[in-house]
């Protein structure tokens, strides 16, 4: 008996043995490896920007030395106006300029100043010229009564243009005017101070936006929450003043507190003053007139003028657009003579001076140069005259 217990013993010793090895290779073998806990690694997202660039300049001024520079037998083109700063209008994502004209037909005569009427061609001539929108609210929009100016409208837009500030329909008048640039809504609106004493058809109200600061602060609050951008287009101020008026600062400042973020002014045909004006931590820029981009006055002051050029960054992550840069480039109506015609054209100072010296300009001599330097820097001194501390 006691030899069957020790065999039992020992079966049972081997039993417990390999049932140990077994719970070994299973434990260092067979069992599933331990999960290292893993720690996610969060990268900040980088953020989307866009920035884009916007152009104005001064007032066009058809006086009839410059609409016959265009003429040519029974034909008319102004390529020539606005050819030696193509490059720089073209180069932006959108380009505006206010004409102080109608294109009203040939049948109305073309005449200049007072009562302005330009030939049809000047509207393509534009166009190629790199202009994207027509400011038409000035008070020379109805020097040949309603008619004309609808017909002006019309004229620009078959060329493709845009036009801002007078209307042929109520419904086009109500309509937010909005262009997309890649990304970034950029809303304008435009308004005269009045029409040279013309009335405005009692039955067309909606013709023209007038400069009346209640209508304007209401306009931009209503445009402000459907785009990133708000330029507004004022035609106002004193002719031939060198400085905006009181009144003009104070109202730029209200503008500004109800959301518009640039003013762009024209109509005194003198270069006036830039400010900017920091408005809740976010600055807005104003220039209370660009002076004349293309015109035939006597006085240097004004034959000159500015295109100025607006830079405006949107964040998409924040949805948040800042101004981001601001740049200015002086401009001379030029007279010349070519082929014993006198024409006119827009000429960028720092360029032409440059060209003076390397002698590529065949219009321009030494004794010119030194009277654009002189226009240059009077220009710069005077943008930065109400930003001088």
């Not at 038409?136 to 801002?164: F, M, V």
């Amino acid at each position: 008996m006691q030899h069957i217990f020790f065999k039992k013993k020992r079966i049972i010793l081997l039993l417990g043995s390999f049932l140990l090895v077994l719970g070994l290779i299973y434990i260092y073998y067979l069992q599933p490896p331990k999960q290292t806990p893993t720690v996610a690694v969060v990268t900040p997202k980088e953020d989307k920007k866009e920035t884009i660039s916007l152009v104005a300049t001064g007032d066009i001024l058809m006086h009839n030395t410059v609409i016959w520079s265009g003429r040519s037998g029974q034909d008319y083109n102004y390529d020539h106006l606005f050819a030696p700063v193509k490059h720089i209008i073209s180069s932006a994502d959108y380009a505006s300029v206010c004409l102080e004209s109608a294109i009203a037909g040939p049948a109305a005569g073309f005449t200049g100043y007072p009562t302005f009427n330009s030939p049809d061609q000047l509207a393509p001539s534009l166009k190629a010229s790199g202009f994207n929108l027509i400011a038409t609210a000035s008070n020379h929009c109805l020097d040949r009564g309603y008619k004309g100016a609808e017909r002006t409208i019309k004229i620009l837009q078959e060329a493709g243009l845009d036009t801002i500030g007078t209307y042929t329909s109520l419904e086009e008048s109500q309509k937010h005017f909005i262009r997309d640039i890649r990304g970034v809504k950029v809303g304008y609106l435009a308004y005269t101070y009045g029409t040279n004493g013309i009335p405005i058809p009692e039955n067309r109200p909606f013709f023209i936006r007038s400069l009346d600061k209640e209508t304007i602060v209401s306009d931009i609050v209503n445009l402000r929450p459907t785009v990133d951008v708000l330029i507004v287009i004022l035609h106002w101020g004193v002719e031939y003043s060198p400085f905006p008026t009181e009144k003009q600062r104070e109202m730029a400042k209200i503008f500004f507190e109800n959301g518009a973020d640039a003013l762009i002014g024209s109509h005194p045909h003198v270069i006036q003053p830039s400010e900017l004006m920091n408005i809740n931590g976010k600055d807005h820029f104003v220039i209370y007139s660009m002076g004349n981009s293309i015109g035939h006055q006597h006085g240097v002051e004004r034959n000159s003028g500015v295109i100025v050029r607006l830079n405006f960054t949107k964040n998409f992550n924040t949805n948040e657009t800042n101004m981001s840069k601001v740049e200015f480039y002086p401009t001379f109506s030029h007279p010349y003579y070519d082929n014993g015609k006198q024409k006119f054209r827009v000429i960028p100072i720092d360029e032409s001076l440059q060209a003076v010296e390397s002698g590529e300009d065949p219009f321009l001599t030494p004794e010119s140069a030194r009277l654009l330097k002189e226009i240059a820097q009077t220009t710069r001194e005077h943008l930065n005259d109400l930003n001088k501390p």
